[in-house]
């Protein structure tokens, strides 16, 4: 499952980023993320003089601070599916996606860097997560139409809905309780997310 969303939609950095790429990138990356876990905003002009060059050096190994950003989000979005994925193993069809998806959205609605991230910067936290203009929301429903191929087979729900389509629809109901405050002045909730899979997934059928 870990490589689904990249494969399915890589990026001029992703690539970069990859096992034999760019090591330079592959540096400035790593102190880039480790200031987002510690709660702090990645900022073009303090990476460069971390690293002892300047902004048009750092620009050139990683692109801007959006394509860098997204790395990031997805660098982590990655080990909290494969944490929840390990920690379902023993059920199986719509009840080991709908307990999977739950785990993300609770497990990304409790972490602290997370949800300062989304208050820092709601706008561009919600441009980067839930638009197709970013590679995170692509690689996110390529991983649930993953699951969803695998739990459900090619013809899920009896056939009443196509593979990518069910797939978009989790991934939005997901979106839907992680960010709710940013986009209704809602309180995130894992818990009504996992009501809402399972209706979607007819899981108590």
Same mark, same amino acid.
């Given at each position: 499952?870990?490589?689904?969303? %990249?494969?399915?939609?890589? !990026?001029?950095? !992703?690539?970069? =980023?990859?096992? *034999?790429?760019?090591?330079?990138?592959?540096?400035?990356? =790593?102190?880039?993320?480790?200031?987002?876990?510690?709660?702090?905003?990645?900022?073009?002009?303090?990476?460069? #003089?971390?690293? *002892?060059?300047?902004?048009?050096?750092?620009?050139?190994? @990683? *692109?801007?601070?959006?394509?860098?950003?997204?790395? $990031?989000?997805?660098? =982590?979005?990655?080990?909290?599916?494969?944490?929840?994925?390990?920690? $379902?193993?023993? &059920?199986?069809?719509?009840?080991?996606?709908?307990?999977?998806?739950?785990?993300? $959205?609770?497990?990304?609605?409790?972490?602290?860097?997370?949800?300062?991230? =989304?208050?820092?910067?709601?706008?561009?936290?919600?441009? %980067?997560?839930?638009?197709?203009?970013?590679?995170?929301?692509?690689?996110? @429903?390529?991983?649930?139409?993953?699951?969803?191929?695998?739990?459900?087979?090619?013809?899920?729900?009896?056939?009443?809905?196509? $593979?990518?389509?069910?797939?978009?629809?989790?991934? &939005?109901? !997901?979106? !839907?309780?992680?960010?709710?405050?940013?986009? #209704?002045?809602?309180?995130?909730?894992?818990?009504?997310?996992?009501?809402?899979? &399972?209706?979607? %997934? &007819?899981?108590?059928?």
């Amino acid at each position: 499952m870990e490589g689904v969303g %990249l494969a399915a939609a890589p !990026s001029w950095l !992703s690539e970069r =980023l990859a096992p *034999g790429g760019h090591a330079d990138a592959r540096r400035a990356f =790593l102190i880039a993320r480790e200031s987002f876990i510690a709660g702090r905003r990645i900022d073009m002009g303090a990476l460069a #003089a971390t690293l *002892g060059i300047d902004r048009t050096s750092l620009f050139r190994w @990683v *692109g801007n601070r959006d394509a860098l950003l997204s790395e $990031v989000l997805w660098s =982590l979005a990655v080990p909290t599916l494969a944490q929840a994925e390990a920690a $379902v193993t023993e &059920r199986a069809g719509a009840e080991r996606i709908a307990e999977l998806l739950t785990r993300f $959205v609770d497990d990304l609605n409790t972490a602290p860097y997370f949800r300062e991230f =989304l208050r820092r910067e709601p706008a561009r936290a919600l441009r %980067l997560l839930t638009t197709k203009e970013s590679e995170i929301q692509r690689r996110y @429903v390529a991983t649930a139409e993953w699951l969803v191929r695998r739990d459900l087979g090619s013809a899920p729900l009896d056939g009443a809905i196509d $593979v990518h389509e069910l797939a978009y629809l989790l991934v &939005r109901v !997901s979106e !839907s309780f992680t960010y709710a405050d940013l986009i #209704a002045g809602d309180e995130p909730s894992a818990a009504r997310a996992r009501t809402a899979f &399972r209706v979607l %997934l &007819r899981a108590d059928r």
